[in-house]
Nanobody, 114 residues
Framework: QVQFVESGGGLVQPGGSLRISCRAS????????MAWYRQAPGKERELVAD???????NYADSVKGRFTISRDNAKNTVYLQMNSLKPEDTATYYC????????WGQGTQVTVSS
């Protein structure tokens, strides 16, 4: 079955950096556009970034220039490097497919606070 296992979250001070990972299984990972999403308390889940099989990555305006999405098809893993973190980046981060994201993992919590 389709599974996503996110990891690498934690508590970081404003201006700090963090890299989170997501290992996928149960489908043809290398053929799919992958994405990171996040959900803050009391807010809807939002798209943060996506990465196609080839071509240009895309980012939400709120993270452009600070976050970098990447993938390793040999490891069925997608990464999100987050720099210059802000308190408003605090959320649970999830990965899934970019289109028809019907499956979700448990997410990884990122808290940006001094």
């Amino acid at each position: 079955q389709v599974q996503f296992v996110e990891s690498g979250g934690g508590l970081v001070q404003p201006g700090g950096s963090l890299r989170i990972s997501c290992r996928a299984s149960g489908f043809a990972f290398s053929n799919r556009v992958m994405a990171w999403y996040r959900q803050a308390p009391g807010k809807e889940r939002e798209l943060v970034a996506d990465i196609p099989t080839t071509g240009r990555t895309n980012y939400a305006d709120s993270v452009k220039g600070r976050f970098t999405i990447s993938r390793d098809n040999a490891k069925n893993t997608v990464y999100l490097q987050m720099n210059s973190l802000k308190p408003e980046d605090t959320a649970t981060y999830y990965c899934s497919t970019r289109y028809n994201p019907n499956y979700w993992g448990q997410g990884t919590q990122v808290t940006v606070s001094s």
